[in-house]
């Protein structure tokens, strides 16, 4: 039982390259999200997911997206990185109100 | 909307002193979760509690305690005898029922315990 997989667990971009940001659970959980983390700002919520084929914005959705085509696998997209986009990336995932965390992806765009 | 305040951004104690991190929350329903998250310098966030609204008993476990007070809209959290190993930046995080589960997390708190 693996929990939550992110991969990569560090990336560096140059500024308008693209990349997706993978995130992975074993749970069955229904709902998956991801945040970012950026310093002294906590975590903000980008995208999240109540089940397969249903995704909807959080609090910073600008310049990502995501798909959820399987309980399991909820991919976050960047089309056009930008500096901003600097910043610690978290999938989490839950039956209710008990959160499993993955471990993080650092994504520099430079 | 639902809303979590860490006021204290850094706190420096030394080595066996007690510390006491704050939580203020705002939110319209009445039944939500409350959390606290280590997070030390690896980056990993740790679950250290759950609390639901209608469970006001403080708790305790080991050097940790929790202090829940509905009347001030509070979740505090307390260290015992605080150690090294204790520094990390530390989130208190609320999650309304009906809102898909989500959490909204506090700025968080640095705490750095010298020796």
């Known amino acids: 039982n693996a929990g939550v997989t992110q991969t990569p667990k560090f990336r560096i971009l140059k500024i308008g390259q693209s990349m997706t940001l993978q995130c992975t659970q074993d749970m069955n959980h229904n709902y998956m999200y991801w945040y970012r983390q950026d310093p002294g700002m906590g975590l903000k919520l980008i995208y999240y997911?109540?089940?397969?084929?249903?995704?909807d914005k959080g609090e910073v959705p600008n310049g990502y997206n995501v798909s959820r085509s399987t309980t399991e696998d909820f991919p976050l997209r960047l089309e056009l990185a930008a500096p901003s986009q600097t910043s610690v990336y978290f999938c989490?995932?839950?039956?209710?109100?008990?959160?499993?965390f993955g471990s993080g992806t650092r994504l520099t765009v430079v | 909307a639902q809303k979590v305040t860490q006021a204290q951004t850094e706190i420096s104690v030394v080595e066996k002193e007690d510390v006491t991190l704050d939580c203020v929350y705002e939110?319209?329903?009445?039944?939500?979760?409350l959390f606290w998250y280590k997070q030390p310098p690896s980056g990993e966030l740790v679950f250290l509690i759950r609390r639901n609204s209608f469970d006001e008993q403080n708790e305790i476990s080991g050097r940790y305690s929790w202090n829940f007070q509905k009347s001030t809209s509070s979740f505090n959290f307390t260290i015992t005898a605080s150690q090294v190993v204790d520094s990390a930046v530390y989130f208190c995080a609320l999650s309304e029922t009906g809102a898909n589960s989500k959490l909204t997390f506090g700025k968080g708190i640095t705490l750095s315990v010298r020796p």
């Open positions: 939110t319209r329903d009445t039944t939500y979760y």
């Open positions: 989490a995932s839950t039956p209710d109100y008990g959160y499993t």
């Open positions: 997911s109540v089940g397969a084929g249903i995704t």
